[in-house]
């Protein structure tokens, strides 16, 4: 039987994607700027995969 993996700076459980999800841990930080990042990404893809640039046309 596999273990789950854990954090290395609280002993949380990880994630499906390995990052930890206790609050109260100094690592969550990182955790915050990666889903923030993952948001940003998936806000500007368009349906073909590629990112959308937006331009003024004034």
């Known amino acids: 039987m596999a ?3 854990r954090c290395p700076f ?3 459980k990880l994630d499906k994607e390995g ?3 206790n609050k109260d ?7 915050q700027t ?3 990042e993952k ?3 998936s ?4 349906a073909d995969g590629s ?4 331009t003024d046309d004034m």
């Open 19 to 21: 990052w930890c999800r």
């Open 34 to 36: 990666h889903d923030a």
């Open 3 to 5: 273990r789950a993996k």
């Open 43 to 46: 806000s500007t893809a368009t």
């Open 39 to 41: 948001a940003a990404e």
């Open 25 to 31: 841990c100094a690592d969550y930080i990182r955790t």
């Open 51 to 54: 990112s959308a640039q937006v």
């Open 10 to 12: 609280c002993g949380h």
